[in-house]
């Protein structure tokens, strides 16, 4: 008996339980407007197995039920704001604004009723509400002959609260959509400001909260989002805010306004630095960060050419920096690869602007020729395979628009010989570090030393020293072969030796004085004799080996 009423109070606990589950279905089912699931659509069912093999008719929901309503609320917003822009002359310069927020209450209260019955329509609705409240309060001061309120500073005050009840609205309903509608607002609303600090106190606001919102609710398309506006905001106010009025013309500004935009650049990289670890570098990551990269720098760049050429090669110094330490956190933080690299390139390339900013022509290709075994290394502790590919092709860039810019070839194009040399030995020392699967970059390196050494030396050396140059060169390759134990740089020795020996038997006959060519023979016959002779005991040395 025990057993048995055990057994009917498990049974009376289970349907108790199954009662309470079906009552919070219905409940949630009659929230979001759902129909309760019947047998005959059930899932698992042929009713469902049919439907779900008709993608047009869900391709027809999407588009009659959500993307009708998005261009149905937009199309209404533009009506009514066409609508407020009006003169309205003879009536008082309120009556636009005050009907402005009749309608916008009005469309906020459809969105309230609609909030049961079409949750989703409601949003927008309440979207387009707080836009047109916007709206409203911008029509207050702006795009009429008679102001309500002439003074700018009380029209943005009153703006900032109107963004700032909106964001509280949309946090609290934890929409991504509310919440990008209010943030357009606040940028919207530091771009009225004409004042310089007030604009960029209210942009660095908006922004910083969009950091906040997207990091904490991990919506990672609104950080893009943000980062967009920002950089759009603040090229559109350095333009003299045309917006408002004003003509179209590049703004006179102090220096701070382009510090400012080294600011955002580092507020939105934080805001993927404080992304859960978890969070992997999904495509969104990637974009954030390139964006960032890109516009950041663009713009930065843009407004120091355009109104501080005096301090052109400081400001690319420190923008160097800034990106350069952003790579170094990436990469110290969570070994990231596509941002690391992005920062990195973005920073090289600053250093670049520095450089040629700095110096003259030529001099600055020796300098970004060194620079470039700046970014090798750097690029073997990032473990990143990318740097070291791209940096080669610039690489290869900077050799020949040197060769095409120079005119004259100086002993210091030697530079980029050398520098190859010791990229290639970087690459073979730290090639673990990398995960280089082959040895196709270092060769590329050793093939470019090649060339460029005889090259070089062609054009610097007396003629007469030619051949005595190159075969020096060559000597070095062999002693470099034989410390390292390297076969590369053995070829680069012979190929070059072979080099030498052609030139004197096509140009050296006919063009050397006659000491020298006696010399010059006599040094090349000599080596290439004792090299034979090196070469011969290590065969013999392998032969006896085998025996």
């Known amino acids: 008996m025990p057993d048995k009423r055990e057994a009917r109070e498990n049974d009376q606990l289970l349907a108790q339980i199954l009662a309470n589950l079906e009552a919070r279905i219905t409940r949630i089912e009659r929230e979001l407007n759902l129909s309760p699931i019947s047998p005959e659509n059930a899932p698992g069912t042929a009713a469902h197995r049919e439907d779900s093999d008709e993608p047009e008719d869900d391709l027809e929901l999407r588009i009659g039920l959500y993307w009708f309503a998005k261009v149905g609320i937009v199309a209404l917003v533009i009506g009514v704001v066409f609508l407020l822009l009006q003169p309205y002359s003879g009536l008082h310069p309120a009556f636009a604004s005050v009907l402005g927020y009749v309608l916008a209450g009005g469309v906020m209260l459809v969105s309230r009723v609609l909030r049961k019955s079409s949750p989703f329509l409601a949003g927008y609705l309440l979207g387009g509400g707080l836009l047109l409240f916007f709206f409203a309060t911008l029509r207050l001061h702006y795009f009429s002959a008679e102001p309500v309120l002439s003074g700018r500073p009380a029209e943005v005050a009153i703006l900032l609260l109107t963004a700032a009840a909106s964001l509280v609205i949309s946090i609290r309903k934890r929409s991504i959509y509310l919440v990008s509608v209010g943030l357009a607002m606040g940028f919207a609303t530091g771009l009225m400001s004409e004042q310089i600090y007030s604009f960029f106190a209210i942009t660095l606001l908006v922004a910083g909260l969009t950091v906040y919102v997207a990091t904490k609710y991990k919506w990672p398309g609104l950080l893009i989002y943000g980062m967009a506006l920002t950089y ?85 110094l420190g923008a160097s920096i800034v990106f350069l330490a952003l790579a170094v956190m990436f990469w110290s933080r969570e070994k990231s690869r596509f941002q690391t690299f992005f920062y990195a390139m973005t920073g090289y390339a600053a250093l670049s602007v520095a450089i040629v ?57 030697l530079s980029f010989g050398v520098v190859a040399l010791l990229s290639a030995r970087l690459l073979s020392w730290q090639r673990g570090r990398l995960d280089l699967k082959t040895d196709k970059m270092r060769t590329a390196y050793l093939i470019a030393a090649f060339f460029i050494f005889p090259y070089a ?63 010059s023979f006599l040094v090349l016959g000599i080596v290439l004799l004792a090299i034979s002779f090196v070469y011969a005991k290590a065969k013999m040395k392998s032969g006896s080996k085998e025996t």
């Open 232 to 316: 759009i905001v603040h090229l559109i106010w350095f333009l003299n805010n045309p917006i408002v009025g004003n003509p179209l013309a590049l703004r006179a500004v102090p220096y701070p306004a382009v510090i400012f935009v080294l600011v955002w650049v580092m507020l939105f990289a934080t805001g993927n630095l404080l992304r859960e670890r978890e969070d992997k570098e999904n495509i969104r990551v990637i974009m954030s960060s390139l964006l960032n990269a890109g516009l950041g720098y663009g713009l930065f760049f843009l407004m120091s050419v355009a109104k501080f050429q005096d301090r052109l090669a400081i400001s690319n």
């Open 357 to 413: 900013a700095d110096f003259k022509t030529p001099d600055f290709f020796i300098l970004l020729c060194w620079q470039s075994l700046l970014v090798v290394s750097t690029a073997i502790w990032f473990r990143s395979k990318f740097i070291v590919v791209t940096n080669f092709v610039i690489y290869a860039i900077i050799f020949i628009a040197y060769l095409a810019v120079a005119g004259t070839v100086s002993l210091t194009s």
């Open 457 to 519: 030396l062609y054009h610097t050396v007396p003629r007469d020293y030619i051949s005595l140059s190159w075969l020096a060169v060559a000597i070095v390759y062999y002693v470099i072969s034989v410390i390292l134990k390297n076969a590369k740089y053995r070829w680069m020795a012979l190929l070059t030796f072979l080099l030498t020996a052609l030139y004197l038997i096509i140009i050296g006959i006919i063009r050397l004085e006659p000491v020298l060519r006696i010399i």
